[in-house]
């Protein structure tokens, strides 16, 4: 079922043998429910995202004994399965989109045949519950037209454009952690169904992350700390922001002022509306030139219009 997304699968005693590795104590055939996933490929997906077959491989490896739970939710409550096999399956006579052959990153999971799980189970048989996502991270996300590294900042191509009759997207390189699989409804891989979560390094700085975000098109979980650090990041960011409106506003009074002063003929209420559509660094420099202005010397002799008026040279006079 090259297409398909979750298969049946039946334990064989091997398979018990991975099983029982994660369990407390050794299960049986008849106390589990296993299935085989599709989790992702090499095609390009819904967000103009592929992982390069050099990372599926990684993956491979990450992925065992990583959980199963619903729309990547993080409560305990919500776990429902455990992979404990994957493994890299290319797909004979198939190349993606941009020529490469089909590789597919598959994986075995189990479940325990319990009340709780019964309506689950059933859902898997019928197909209802077929659709599935992954969550992980990557060491760089790899611009397929200049090859240089997205969250690097130095990238300027658009995902979905074509250059040269080169279509832009992004490859995902270098396989960092795999967290974990989430029953999802919607998946943006149309072949594997996979909607793709990006965590962030525990170590990650605070541009590391803003870069992430900015770069990444799917989701992006973040760390309790890193969530803390963020939501600290943007108070701070919206305190300047404040400060920062208070000094535009009072900037924004004082060209009213002096203005007015300079041009009392002009309605006070058409300069506000100018001066309000004005940056900061608009109003900054007009009200500097309108002070240097001010503070210029004036002439000491009359005015040309004022030597019109005056047939006399007693400006002159001492």
């Known amino acids: 079922m090259n297409k398909g997304i979750i298969e049946k699968s039946v334990a064989d005693s091997a398979d018990m043998e991975k099983i029982n590795a994660y369990s407390r104590r050794t299960l049986d055939e008849n106390e589990v429910y296993t299935f085989t996933l599709r989790l992702c490929d090499n095609e390009i997906d819904r967000d103009l995202e592929c992982f390069s077959a050099?990372?599926?491989?990684?993956?491979?490896?990450?992925?065992?004994?990583?959980?199963g739970i619903f729309d990547h939710s993080m409560k305990s409550a919500d776990q429902k399965a455990r992979i404990y096999d994957a493994y890299i399956e290319k797909q004979e006579g198939e190349t993606t989109s941009y020529g490469e052959e089909l590789t597919a990153l598959k994986a075995k999971a189990y479940m325990l045949r319990s009340e709780s799980n019964a309506e689950l189970i059933s859902e898997i048989e019928a197909g209802i519950k077929k659709e599935v996502s992954v969550s992980c991270s990557v060491e760089k996300n790899v611009c397929s037209i200049c090859g240089k590294d997205r969250r690097s900042g130095e990238c300027r191509h658009i995902s979905g454009k074509k250059y040269n009759g080169r279509l832009c997207y992004t490859r995902l390189?270098?396989?960092?952690?795999?967290?974990?699989?989430?029953?999802?409804?919607?998946?943006?891989?149309?072949?594997?169904?996979v909607t793709k979560a990006f965590k962030i390094g525990k170590e990650a700085n605070m541009?590391?992350?803003?870069?992430?975000?900015?770069?990444?098109?799917g989701s992006v979980e973040l760390t309790e700390k890193q969530a803390q650090s963020l939501g600290s990041y943007i108070d701070e960011l919206k305190s300047e922001a404040l400060l920062g409106e208070e000094y535009k506003n009072e900037l924004k009074k004082e060209v009213v002022k002096l203005m007015s002063l300079r041009l009392p003929e002009t309605d006070r209420e058409l300069i506000a509306s100018v001066a309000s559509v004005m940056t900061a660094k608009e109003l900054k420099g007009f009200r500097d030139?309108?002070?240097?202005?001010?503070?210029?010397?004036?002439?000491?002799?009359?005015?040309?219009?004022d030597k019109k008026d005056r047939k006399d040279n007693s400006q002159f006079r001492i």
Request: proline content about 5%; overall charge neutral; some cysteine.
């Open 289 to 305: 030139g309108l002070e240097k202005r001010d503070k210029a010397p004036q002439p000491q002799l009359l005015s040309k219009s």
């Open 173 to 193: 390189e270098g396989a960092r952690d795999a967290y974990e699989f989430s029953f999802v409804a919607v998946p943006a891989q149309r072949a594997a169904g």
């Open 207 to 217: 541009d590391e992350i803003i870069k992430t975000i900015k770069s990444c098109e």
């Open 54 to 67: 050099e990372t599926l491989g990684a993956l491979a490896e990450l992925f065992k004994g990583k959980t």
